[in-house]
């Protein structure tokens, strides 16, 4: 979407933050946006961990969207940790997108659409996932949306099929702030490329492995070089039993070899450079509930 549409006038800039439940297709959304990979995807809930931004540059704007975990009841300290970073992308936003689909119902989490009705900042509710509902039904949605938030712009789309993504830009740019760009004009994210090293390690974590698992995982970085032919990365897999530590690992290394495989690939392509990665399981018992180690992996405030 970047720079294919040019405002009139002053220079507009701001922070487009994007909420919703889990599995609504927020990151779906947010990577069509920005035009980037810039979040993880999978089918799995709770997927996005990390509040994570993708800026969108044009000659007299600039978008700053950020990629918000899915609202949850948290269960353990990791996950009141992701609330918060959905709690403060409600206090600094100029302009909130607010994801939901076709499957869910619209009185889930009911405590954050009261908080939504007393925003000051804009709203645009995109009900994403339009391409597996038929038209009554995103019609009788769009006026439901439509009682139930009547400040809020309510646009159908699909992020998947990259359907109706343009009306979303439009009404992104129409309702930002005049402003200077908050970052340089070649900036695409806020995180840099150990983060993304990560991350890709747990996408593959989370497409690879069943039940539990990927939530009992966390990715730490160790080493992080660039050479002159490839980057060299060693990343620890933290989890929290031994029994898990050996399902990651599989039947002669196969699993973590394959898991280790796909990881290099995807970076390979994200960072348009070869790697040589080595990957490492730990166990750590505690790291969900324990305030230091949340702080090592960017969770503590």
């Known amino acids: 979407m970047e720079g294919t549409r040019h405002t009139k006038g002053k220079h507009r800039a701001g922070f487009v933050n994007i909420i919703g439940n889990p599995n609504v297709g927020k990151s ?15 089918a ?52 909130i997108l607010y994801v939901t689909d076709t499957i869910e119902k619209r009185d889930k989490n009911a405590a954050y659409l009261e908080k939504l009705k007393k925003i000051d ?13 038929s038209q009554d039904d995103v019609l009788r949605l769009m006026k439901e949306w439509h009682d139930e938030l009547p400040k809020a712009v309510v646009i ?10 343009e009306n979303i830009f439009d009404n992104i740019v129409g309702h930002l702030p005049e402003a200077p760009a908050w970052f340089d004009k070649d900036t695409f994210t806020d995180k840099n490329l150990r983060f993304f090293a990560s991350e890709i390690i747990r996408e593959k974590i989370f497409l690879n492995y069943e039940q539990e698992i990927p939530y009992c995982c966390e990715v730490t970085i160790e080493r992080f070089k660039e050479g002159p032919q490839r980057y060299e990365i060693s990343a620890v897999i933290n989890v929290m039993r031994d029994s898990q530590k050996g399902i990651l690992i599989g039947k ?11 990881a290099r690939l995807d970076m390979e392509d994200f960072f348009e ?3 040589f990665l080595e990957l490492f399981v730990k166990v750590d018992p505690d790291w969900r509930n324990e305030k230091k180690e949340l702080k090592r992996f960017g969770y503590e405030f």
Request: proline content about 4%.
């Open 273 to 275: 450079k070869k790697v």
């Open 156 to 165: 159908p789309a699909s992020a998947k099929e990259r359907f109706n993504l």
């Open 121 to 133: 900042c804009p709203v645009i509710v995109v009900i994403n996932k339009i391409d597996i509902s």
């Open 44 to 95: 799995k809930a709770q997927t996005t961990r990390h509040r994570i931004m993708g800026i969108v540059n044009g000659e007299d704007y600039q978008i700053v969207y950020s990629d918000t975990p899915g609202i949850l009841k948290p269960n353990y300290r990791l996950q009141q940790d992701m609330l918060d970073f959905v709690d403060t992308a409600l206090g600094d936003a100029d302009i």
């Open 28 to 42: 779906t959304l947010m990577n069509a946006l920005v035009g980037e990979k810039l979040s993880i995807v999978t």
């Open 252 to 262: 002669g290394g196969a699993s973590l070899k394959k898991t280790g495989t796909e």
